[in-house]
Structure formats: structure tokens, C-alpha cells
């Protein structure tokens, strides 16, 4: 869901990965590259492909997390918190 909404969010400030390249540099999910900030979430390892997405929406506010430093990754997400992620994403 992370992914879905920040490449949704932001695919024209940070186009997605074309033609299944994953280069880091004009094309590909390179926003993280000038991350400065450790990790927000305790239990989201910097090896996940999908950390970049879920620091994202840390630093955007779309989520703050279930709670302290954890993210709960492997949680299934109810309609009532995939529709908070949208409304928090588009300020709808």
C-alpha cells in the first residue's frame, strides 16, 4: 500500500521504475537517495524494497505507524486505514 500511494502521489516528481529498469538517477524510485533521517520504524528493515515508500509517507504524515516506532508491515490494512492513507496522500 505504501508504494501504491506514494508512486500515485508523486509519480510526477518521481517517476516509477520504466520498463522494469531500477536504476538509481531520471528514472526509478530514487527519492530515498537524499534521505538524511535514520529510520522511523523499528520493524521496517532498511533491506525492505518497500522502506523507501513507507519513510516517505512517515515524512508526508499520511502515517504515523500503529503505535510508537512500530509499523506493523506485515498487518492486513482494513478499508477504514487504506482510506485515511488516501484522504491524508491527496488532502481530499
Known sequence: MAA???????????????????????YGDAFNAYQAFGPYFIDEPASDPFFPFIQKMRELRITNGTGGSSFSPNNSLTRREIATFIVRAFFL
Do not use: D, E, Y
Not at 516509477?16 to 538517477?25: E, F, N, P
Open 4 to 26: 501504491f500511494i506514494i508512486r500515485a502521489k508523486m509519480s510526477n516528481v518521481f517517476p516509477t521504475v520504466l520498463s522494469g529498469s531500477t536504476t538509481i538517477g531520471p
